[in-house]
């Protein structure tokens, strides 16, 4: 059984209410987006890793930059309602599933609770065509780990 806390609920409508234009969802992904998307998620984890705020925060959308106004909030948030995000001890990159909703990647968390959750990446192209984190939702399994 899989929970959502108030936040994370939150960051979902955000990615809902500010989804990618049609034609960033309809272009196949190729091996170097999917690198790519890779690459900005594994980044920002390092920067929670390493408490670099404002490096974190920069792998986000500019809408989502707006929303959370400053790095602070930001860093506030993931600390308190992304604990496995912010410190997770082991991290597996799962599916990366593209549909008309847009771009999701799977990642397998072990927080510091001891238990595994499941965070869903919703990217999105930006200008240029580079990839930015546009939501994060956070599922914790009931599952510990051994």
């Known amino acids: 059984m899989r929970r959502l806390g108030p936040s994370l609920l939150i960051l979902w409508l955000v990615f809902a209410a500010g989804s990618a234009p049609a034609q960033d969802r ?4 190729g091996a170097a987006d999917k690198t790519a998307i890779h690459d900005v998620i594994a980044h920002q984890l390092d920067a929670f890793q ?3 705020g404002a490096t974190a925060f920069s792998y986000a959308t500019p809408d989502l930059r707006e929303r959370f106004g400053t790095v602070a909030n930001f ?3 993931v600390k308190h309602d992304y604990a496995p995000v912010y ?3 082991q991290v ?3 599916r990366l599933e593209q549909s008309d909703d847009g771009t999701v990647q799977h990642v ?3 927080g510091p609770d001891g238990n595994l959750h499941e965070a869903l990446y919703f990217m999105e192209r930006a200008a240029g065509g580079t ?6 939702l956070l599922m914790q399994s009931d599952l510990k780990s051994s």
């Open 26 to 29: 309809a272009a196949p992904l």
């Open 50 to 52: 390493k408490d670099d």
């Open 75 to 77: 860093m506030d948030m």
């Open 87 to 89: 410190r997770p001890s």
């Open 92 to 94: 597996t990159f799962g």
């Open 108 to 110: 397998m968390l072990l």
């Open 131 to 136: 990839w930015l984190i546009g939501g994060c």
